[in-house]
């Protein structure tokens, strides 16, 4: 293999390994808001009903995790319309940012809930803009589908970020955690 095929080669290897850290340091989602959180005691049933599932007491990372990896396996990316409902999102299994985000939040919010820890943490539905590089996203799109995009923000009791999530994204291409600025 010659030189510059070789340094190609590990230049793409460094970008594919480091694609989170590159992600979150080029994009950033700012919140313009909350969607309101709708409890689902379906999909609560559907998902401990789900034999592939099995959310056990871990560290909120892990739970996370679980969770994470539970909506993006159980859903597939479309442009159409999503419903926020999570009943309708696991019965339908496509669904937009919305979508995601809202499924996620109900799976991660019934297991925390489960395992006693809904007063140590709290899972918000944001709907936020994106940033490349501080240039807003959205001005460049010029359809409604672009006018916003939603994700998870996870908070402990003080009210201090965890982590912040974009489970389409993350289904989409693998990155699990995202640059949410307050």
């Known amino acids: 293999m010659n030189k510059i095929l070789k340094r190609a080669l590990f230049i793409l290897a460094i ?3 480091a694609k989170g850290m590159l992600f979150r340091a080029t994009i950033s989602y700012t919140s313009v ?3 309101e959180y709708q409890m689902s005691a379906y ?3 559907a ?3 789900d034999e592939t ?15 994470q990896d539970l909506t993006a396996a159980r859903l597939r990316f479309t442009f159409d319309q999503s419903d926020q409902d999570p009943e309708s999102v696991w019965n339908n299994e496509r669904a937009n940012c919305i979508g995601y985000a809202a499924l996620f939040r109900a799976i991660l919010q019934e297991q925390l809930n489960d395992l006693g820890l809904s007063e140590d943490y709290t899972v918000e539905h ?15 799109l010029d359809h409604p589908f672009f006018r916003d995009h939603d994700y998870n923000v996870i908070r402990d009791a003080d009210g201090t970020i965890i982590t912040a999530i974009d489970v389409s994204v993350y289904d989409y291409i693998g990155i699990a955690r995202i640059h949410h600025i307050e």
């Open 43 to 45: 999909v609560h049933g």
């Open 15 to 17: 970008l594919v390994l």
């Open 126 to 140: 944001h709907v936020g803009k994106l940033y490349f590089l501080g240039l807003n996203l959205h001005s460049f």
């Open 33 to 35: 808001g909350q969607r």
């Open 47 to 49: 998902v401990m009903a």
């Open 53 to 67: 599932t099995t959310f056990r007491q871990a560290d909120i990372d892990e739970l996370i995790d679980q969770a």
